[in-house]
Structures are given as C-alpha cells and as structure tokens.
C-alpha cells in the first residue's frame, strides 16, 4: 500500500487498484485513435523493434493516469467535507475509490449535494482541461496529444455516467437527496425506482444485443438497489447520504420508531457514530416523535457528542431528556469538557458511589479533581493509581486546547512513574503550547526512558512546530540510530 495526504487529507492506494488501473488503461491501446505516430505504430505493430518497450511503457502511464483520476475524483468530495468540517480520508482499492469519514458533524441536505457533486466537479474539469490540451496541440509532441486525448475522453465519459442515477453512483445518491428534499420520505423510493428502471434499460439492451456482461451489470444494479430499500426500512444511511432525514418519522408507527432509535444505539455500540448520529438527529427533529423515543435519541446524541469531545453540545443534548435518568458520569464528563469542574466534581463522586469498583469513574473524578485543584484530595481517594488521575486530568485539558495545564499533568504522570510515553505526551503537549524548549527537555526524557519510534515522531502533527529546530532534527537523527 502507498500512503500520502494531500491537503492534510490521508490517501491509501491498495497495489490492486494500480494493478486494475494498468489494465484499464490498456485497453486504450486498441480503441484510442489519434494523430501522429506515436505510440500508435510501436503499439500496433508486433514486429517493431520497440515494441514491448512501448507497451510497458505506456500501461505503467495509463496506470498512474488512471489512478490520478480516480484520486482527483475522490479528492473532490474529500476536499467538500473537510470545508463542512468532516475529518475525510481516501482509500483507492480495486477499480473504484472511497471516501470515507474518521470524524464528521452532520451535514444538511445541501451540503451532502454539494460533497456528492464534487467529485463530478472534479472529474469534468479534468477532462476539460485534458481535451483542450488535445485540441489545441498541433505543435505538442504526439505523445501528449495521446495522453491528453485519452484522460479527456475517460474523464468526460466517466463523468456523464456516474451522474446517472444508478445505485452505488454519485448521481445514485444524489438522485436520492434531491427527491427526499421534494417529496419527503416517499423521494428515496422514487430514486430507487429509477435505478430499477435503468438497470431494466441495460437488461433488455443486453438481451438484445446477446451481451451477457449487461445482465450481470443490470442484476448488480437490481441487488443494491433492494438493499438500499432494505436499509431504508431499518432507518439507516447508505451510500453515504443521510437518508434518514429531518421529518422522515413523521407518519411512522411508535414500534416503528421504536425500531429504529434501537437500530441508531446498535450502531453506537459497534462505534459506527457517525451513522447513530445521522439516524438520532432525525427521530429528536421529527415533530411527532413519542417523548420517551425523542428523550432516548437525546441521551445517544449526548453520548456521541462526548466521544467528540464537544461537551456543550453532549449537555444541550442531555438537557432535553424527558422521563429518563442521564447517568451522572455523562453529565459530569459534559461539565468537566467545557470546564466547569465545579459542577462535574460532585457528580463524579455520585458517579463513583455509584459504581465503586469502576475504575475509569474513579480516575475520572481523581483528573478533575486535579484540574479544580484539588490534588491532595485526588491522593486522598481510595484505591486512586495518580499516574491514572493525572494522565486524566492531561486528555481533557487537551481537548479542551489548555495545552500548558495539559503538559503539566502529562509531566506529572511522568515524575509519578517515569515511561517513555508518558514524557512523550508530556512533550507533545508543551509544543502545542509553544513551549518548545520544555518540549525537547521532555523528548530527551522520553529517549532516555527506552521511546524509539521515531518515525511516529516525525510524523506526529503534535510536534510541528519542532520540526525547524536543530535540536528536534539532531534529536530524531539519535533516534533513528539506535536499535529499535
């Protein structure tokens, strides 16, 4: 696998993908016809001296030409959810790529069509660009006129026909928002009528002209398509789209949605938050979910929030809940995130009567009890483990960007019991907060506790701001010498 980020987007590209892009590639070999000489005659002619060199040649480049639309395709909708605040990644596997989300905030229903179009944005301009340079090049070298020719005509091609609404397609997707927007729950369906129809278009084409490959596309087609309907049911998101919208519930039956806000929690325990989120904001949002459903919904979304650490959020969540109990530990862990250790620091310590053998709690309370400065207390509780209540007490000033109070309590873990990772956190913590000198002091620490993995150092987007200094270079230098 090769690995690179562009625009501090991570993409993954599988040797299967490059190997299948070869092979697409190649079949321009026959079918491309364009001016000039080259590659055309060393290509077509079996006897000519440079034939195989040509032929390898010219596979390896359509490989990366390929490979490079495919990219540019999947940056486009990557590039459109990192401006609405996802946290994107691309993985290029096979024939296709994908564009999938480590960390997102919900999207409306126009930006999910903007991020869908994106990608067909990207290919189109591609393709504009390639075909003027074909056009235009009657002093370019033939080889250019080749290339360009065939990443016009692929990207152009390409683009007309993943706008189609068909099931697995941007124009699949974007089918199903724009006619959910129009006719509410009922649109989704109406999309995948379509994308029945045209999968009967290609099978009675097939049939026609004895093209066996046709079925076999149209019965792909027809099996996404009903498990898209199967999908759509059970209350889930597929393809990417939200599906379950604002207003979807209106209309169903309480076991229904029942069904549904226990679907959304299932998904939460299998850590899928993105899609729990997607399904809960549309059962809190309809207007005549039952209270005690909409207050379930409201307590999964607080959880949510609290694994994205956005605690204002988690409380305005919690807030709403009607006819349940939040869990002190949630609400406590709401307060301590936006800093308010006052209010968490009592609800922690109900939280742990609570649940007395909950070690996690237990640190919890000992970590904001740091952070309200209460230390000595922290010391004081039974069965505490400080390197624990102040390695705490470290990730939530973190999130909450306090990264000198964060530093300190990471370095304080450290001189409890010294580790390699501890003074490593610690360092990472004190560069974020400017202190760099602080950071280096840390990072020699954490050499001389036995840290080698220099290159998660290096490439560490924590220790940025170090990587200008000539004690930070000669550092990772003695790093990569020793023996890992």
Not at 23 to 42: D, I, Y
Not at 115 to 144: C, E, F, Q, R, Y
Request: aromatic content about 8%.
């Amino acid at each position: 696998m090769f690995r690179f980020r562009f625009a501090q987007i991570p993409v993954h590209l599988h040797l299967t993908h490059f190997a299948i892009s070869a092979f697409v590639g190649s079949m321009f070999f026959v079918s491309l016809k364009t001016r000039g000489t080259w590659p055309r005659a060393a290509l077509t002619d079996l006897t000519h001296p440079a034939h195989t060199r040509t032929v390898v040649l010219v596979t390896l480049l359509w490989a990366l030409l390929v490979s490079f639309s495919v990219i540019a395709h999947e940056l486009g909708h990557a590039l459109a959810l990192r401006a609405f605040g996802a946290k994107p990644h691309v993985h290029l596997v096979g024939l296709g790529g994908r564009t999938l989300i480590e960390q997102q905030v919900p999207l409306e229903w126009w930006q999910q069509l903007l991020m869908n179009l994106a990608g067909p944005a990207a290919s189109l301009s591609i393709g504009v660009i390639a075909g003027l340079i074909a056009l235009g090049g009657a002093h370019l070298p033939d080889g250019i006129v080749y290339f360009s020719t065939g990443l016009a005509r692929g990207n152009l091609w390409w683009t007309v026909i993943n706008l189609l609404p068909v099931t697995g397609l941007d124009g699949g997707i974007i089918a199903s928002i724009v006619l959910t927007r129009i006719f509410g729950r009922p649109g989704f369906l109406i999309a995948q009528a379509l994308a029945l129809g045209l999968a009967g278009v290609v099978a009675f084409f097939s049939l026609v002209s004895g093209g066996y490959l046709g079925l076999v596309l149209a019965a792909f087609m027809v099996l996404r398509t009903l498990g898209n309907i199967g999908a759509w049911q059970r209350g889930e998101n597929t393809d990417g789209s939200k599906l379950f919208l604002a207003g979807d519930a209106a209309g169903l039956k309480p076991n229904a949605l029942q069904q549904i806000v226990e679907r959304a929690e299932a998904l939460y325990r299998e850590r899928k938050l993105t899609e729990a989120q997607f399904i809960a904001l549309g059962v809190v949002e309809a207007t005549d979910t039952p209270p005690l459903l909409r207050s379930r919904a409201h307590v999964l979304l607080g959880w949510i929030s609290l694994k994205e650490g956005v605690g204002r959020r988690a409380l305005d969540h919690f807030s709403q809940v009607q006819g349940l109990e939040v869990p002190p530990h949630a609400l406590a862990a709401g307060f301590s995130l936006i800093g308010d250790e006052v209010r968490a620091i009592p609800l922690w310590a109900m939280a742990s009567q609570r649940a007395p053998n909950d070690q996690v709690i237990l640190h919890e309370w000992a970590g904001a009890l740091i952070r309200g400065g209460h230390e000595v207390t922290a010391r004081a509780l039974p069965n505490v483990d400080m390197v624990r209540a102040f390695s705490a007490a470290e990730r939530v000033h973190y999130v909450r960007k306090e990264f000198e109070q964060g530093a300190r309590a990471a370095e304080a873990a450290f001189h409890e019991k010294p580790h390699a990772t501890l003074a490593y956190t610690a360092a990472c913590a004190w560069a974020q907060a400017g202190k760099l000198d602080d950071a280096m002091r840390l990072l020699t620490l954490a050499a001389e506790n036995g840290f080698r993995n220099a290159a998660e150092a290096e490439g560490d987007p924590d220790l940025r701001p170090l990587r200008t200094k000539p004690e930070f270079v000669a550092w990772l230098a003695g790093l990569k010498s020793q023996p890992s």
